[in-house]
């Protein structure tokens, strides 16, 4: 994988996270040094940096302030932080960015037991999100 490929994809997945050309860089621009830093001294894109930059991106992206986001994605930022790890990560990926589960998945485990748990996910998903509109 080469460099600017590495950086093309993890800004489009901020912007689709986003939808905000200025937010998805910053985040984007955060999750890469903050993977960098942490991954490799010679950074080497690969496979597992492109995953790690990714679960980082996430985790910047669902710690963001509140004001930074609209009332809809608030909701959805909250539903998801009450989602288990692993299913948060699958829906994301699934769901959200439209990657199959099969597309180097940033969490590992069997094809089955990850769309087990996306299935999972997205059950969860649905219930909190409609006992938050009861609220």
Known sequence: ?????????????????????????????????????????????????????ILELFKIYLIMPKSRCNDNIKGIQSALLKLKPINRALVIWKDILGFKISDNTPVSGSYGELHRELIYGRKELKEHISMSQLD
């Open 1 to 53: 994988m080469n460099t600017e490929f590495y950086f093309n994809r993890i800004y489009a997945i901020a912007f689709k996270l986003t939808g905000d050309e200025e937010i998805a860089e910053e985040i984007s621009t955060k999750a890469i040094i903050n993977t960098i830093r942490d991954f490799n001294e010679d950074y080497e894109v690969n496979a597992s940096m492109f995953k790690l930059t």
